[in-house]
Antibody
Framework: QVQLVESGGGLVKPGGSLRLSCAAS????????MSWIRQAPGKGLEWVSY????????YYADSVKGRFTISRDNAKNSLYLQMNSLRAEDTAVYYC??????WGQGTLVTVSS | NFMLTQPHSVSESPGKTVTISCTGS????????VQWYQQRPGSAPTTVIY?????PSGVPDRFSGSIDSSSNSASLTISGLKTEDEADYYC??????????FGTGTKVTVL
């Protein structure tokens, strides 16, 4: 069955960096677009970024463009999100998702001094 | 900026039908597929409808999706409401720049 497992979340100071990973299994990872979505505490869902199956097409939300970088390693069935220059407003649960269907359980990122 | 607006909340009794709207702020909502996600308290979202009206395997046929171009809106209908349907529901699509956009979310309460 399809599984998406995020890791790498934690507490980081403003201005710091963090790299999230998402391990995929149960499907042919290299065939699918993948995305990152986040949810701040008590708030709604916010789309962050997506990447095409080959990695050649990438889009970012304006709120993270220039600070976050999405990437993938199809040989390792893994999706990544490099987050730099983190701000308090980036505090959220970050979900990895196969575009339009399966979601992971999320990893919490807290940006605080 | 393209936005998707949903009612804040809807309530109905078990066995009844609820319909949640998702209205696009501009352009044509029919230009890109709409997805619907269910999020129960404390859990990750799951997909109940993808590509406007397709149900993933395992999602009961009580869930259905549709598009109404005349009102520039998408709708999620849940029939035969059950207590387990109590959750937050979000629509999602893309704007003209291929950026993902989520709706404002609707809390469904089963009375």
């Amino acid at each position: 069955q399809v599984q998406l497992v995020e890791s790498g979340g934690g507490l980081v100071k403003p201005g710091g960096s963090l790299r999230l990973s998402c391990a995929a299994s149960g499907f042919t990872f290299s065939d699918y677009y993948m995305s990152w979505i986040r949810q701040a505490p008590g708030k709604g869902l916010e789309w962050v970024s997506y990447i095409s199956s080959s990695g050649s097409t990438i889009y970012y939300a304006d709120s993270v463009k220039g600070r976050f970088t999405i990437s993938r390693d199809n040989a390792k069935n893994s999706l990544y999100l490099q987050m730099n220059s983190l701000r308090a407003e980036d505090t959220a649960v970050y979900y990895c998702a196969r575009v339009s269907d399966y979601w992971g359980q999320g990893t919490l990122v807290t940006v605080s001094s | 900026n393209f936005m998707l607006t949903q009612p804040h909340s809807v309530s109905e009794s078990p066995g009844k039908t609820v319909t949640i709207s998702c209205t696009g702020s501009s352009g044509s909502i029919a230009s890109n597929y709409v997805q619907w996600y269910q999020q129960r308290p404390g859990s990750a979202p799951t997909t109940v409808i993808y590509e406007d009206n397709q149900r993933p395997s395992g999602v009961p046929d009580r869930f259905s999706g549709s598009i109404d171009s005349s009102s520039n809106s998408a709708s999620l209908t849940i029939s035969g409401l059950k207590t387990e349907d109590e959750a937050d529901y979000y629509c999602q699509s893309y704007d003209s720049s291929n950026h993902g956009v989520f709706g404002t979310g609707t809390k469904v309460t089963v009375l």
